[in-house]
């Protein structure tokens, strides 16, 4: 089993800028894909961005060139920096792992609110 545990989020004015942090434990050594998903109010989960373990990050076309996602495989940790918030960015954002192998987990954080005010 991996644990995913985030922090940061709250709230923040449109144009604003706030970061997200991942740390994750437990059956680390398996981890390929991690990342960031969204689900805001009556819509379905949506991708944000994921970075796999030595590759190249993928971003949601929404964020791209205002989010960037980070990763430190030595402290187990994802990250991702928002800047120029926009309202549509108001969501609840969840920390993902997907293992490697044929058959792959997928993992997730509890989630941590991100509001952006007009």
């Known amino acids: 089993q991996v644990q995913l545990v985030e922090s940061g989020g709250g709230l923040v004015q449109a144009g604003g800028s706030l970061g997200l942090s991942c740390a994750a434990s437990?059956?680390?050594?398996?981890?390929?894909?991690m990342g960031w998903y969204r689900q805001a109010p009556g819509k379905q989960r949506e991708l944000v961005a994921v970075?796999?373990?030595?590759?190249?990050?993928k971003y949601a076309d929404s964020v791209k060139g205002r989010f960037t996602i980070s990763r430190d495989n030595v402290k187990n940790t994802v990250s991702l920096q928002m800047n120029s918030l926009k309202q549509e960015d108001t969501a609840v954002y969840y920390c993902?792992?997907?293992?490697?192998?044929?058959?792959?987990?997928?993992?997730w954080g509890q989630g941590t609110q991100v509001t952006v005010s007009s």
């Open positions: 993902n792992a997907e293992s490697f192998g044929l058959i792959k987990n997928t993992y």
């Open positions: 437990g059956n680390i050594f398996n981890i390929n894909v």
């Open positions: 970075i796999p373990k030595g590759g190249r990050a």
